[in-house]
């Protein structure tokens, strides 16, 4: 018997659990109406039209075998043209490459990108799924603040001209996660020329972009520049459940994704590629689906923000969100988020507290709250709630 244990792998050391999937534990009790989860609406996933796809790819045997580790050569002629039409220009299937959610996209970049101790600029706040791949890969991560016009394009400049030499800039600029806000388009250039300019990469990671309420949102980073990643995924029109994201890279970075794929997991599911593909090529159903969605969190949207506005009055200042799943929003009056929610949750409310998504220790007063999962009724009872544990923690 080995009185020694075995060593785990030292960048272990300074990795933490996802504040966000520890706090769904917690929120799983139905007495609590839960604003923490950044899931979409099950009700609005359109689970008959998936199982008629499922039904239809069973049919050809081929789907039950492996694929090629980039992706079904079908899905990814869809996504080539659709990615096309939202960038400008023609993306070759070459350029695509299908991973299991956009978040392993995210993971394996980080391994092609980046050398141990490499600079990786965020977002600050960011996103949590980010900031625990940039740590996994031993980046040195700087934070760059958000305002109302998303990435503060000018701060990053600063860092530039300070000698500031990143291999990544990471943004989520539609509907950011956490904090709301979208990134202006005169940023979106600016970010692009200052790529390369200075010759580092920019992720573009994109998963909300189609949850637009009122109007589309401008043209991607990638429009201004081959030196930006994009990411995305269906889970948020579709169904996470599919797994299926997808990266728009040169091609020699997607040949060096694909060597780590098939160490990974060789490659991903044709069956799920497939029902995928049956369902983005069902345009005319899709346009019809997507709208739904859009229509629907639009109105939740505007419900919460208004429950927030009247019954807090001033004392909380938020976000007025145009799409995505997100509002974020501070105590006016110094509440510390973190500290109220053992009590917000006794009351029967979850929110995720700001410092979940702090890149330091920052964000004491803030809360992200997700508008997908409930109807207005809810939501507003649900303000309602986190009123009363306000109140009763001061």
Aim: aromatic share 6%; net charge negative; with cysteine.
């Amino acid at each position: 018997m080995s009185l020694t244990s075995p060593a785990l792998a030292g960048k272990l050391a300074g990795l933490q659990s996802s504040a966000i999937r520890d706090l769904l534990k917690l929120t799983a009790r139905p007495e609590i109406i839960s604003l923490a989860g950044g899931l979409p609406d099950a009700a609005l996933m359109p689970g008959e039209r998936i199982a008629a796809a499922a039904e239809a790819a069973l049919r050809d045997p081929a789907v039950l075998q492996y694929t090629e580790s980039p992706g079904w050569p079908a899905l990814r002629a869809v996504i080539a043209e659709r990615e096309s039409a939202e960038i400008g220009r023609s993306v070759p299937v070459g350029e695509v490459f299908i991973t299991h959610g956009s978040q392993q996209a995210l993971s394996l970049l980080a391994e092609v990108l980046l050398d141990p101790g490499a600079l990786v600029v965020v977002e600050d706040p960011a996103y949590v799924g980010a900031l625990q791949v940039f740590r996994a890969a031993g980046a040195r991560i700087v934070a760059v603040p958000l305002d109302a016009d998303g990435l503060r394009v000018d701060v990053l400049e600063e860092l530039l001209a300070a000698g500031e030499r990143p291999a990544v800039v990471h943004t989520v600029a539609n509907f950011h996660n956490p904090g709301g806000v979208t990134l202006a388009p005169e940023r979106r250039r600016r970010l692009a020329e200052l790529a390369e300019a200075h010759g580092f990469w920019v992720i573009e990671d994109d998963p909300y972009g189609e949850l637009w309420f009122d109007r589309p949102t401008p043209a991607p980073v990638a429009s201004y520049s081959p030196q930006v990643i994009r990411l995305s995924s269906v889970s948020k029109i579709l169904a996470p459940a599919l797994r299926v994201g997808w990266l728009i890279a040169p091609e020699r970075v997607c040949r060096a994704v694909e060597l780590l794929k098939q160490g990974a997991d060789l490659c991903g599911s044709a069956l799920t590629h497939q029902i995928t593909t049956d369902l983005l090529t069902d345009t005319d159903w899709l346009t019809t689906h997507v709208d739904t969605i859009r229509a629907a969190y639009g109105t939740r949207a505007r419900a919460l923000v208004a429950a927030l506005r009247t019954t807090f009055a001033g004392r909380v200042h938020c976000t007025d969100p145009t799409g995505g799943m997100f509002i974020w929003a501070d105590f006016t009056d110094g509440t510390n988020a973190s500290t109220l929610l053992p009590t917000a949750l006794e009351a029967g409310v979850a929110y995720v507290p700001g410092a979940a998504f702090a890149v330091t220790d920052a964000y004491q007063t803030s809360m992200r709250l997700c508008f997908t999962t409930s109807d207005e009724p809810t939501l507003t009872e649900a303000i309602h709630r986190l009123a009363k544990a306000a109140t009763t923690s001061v």
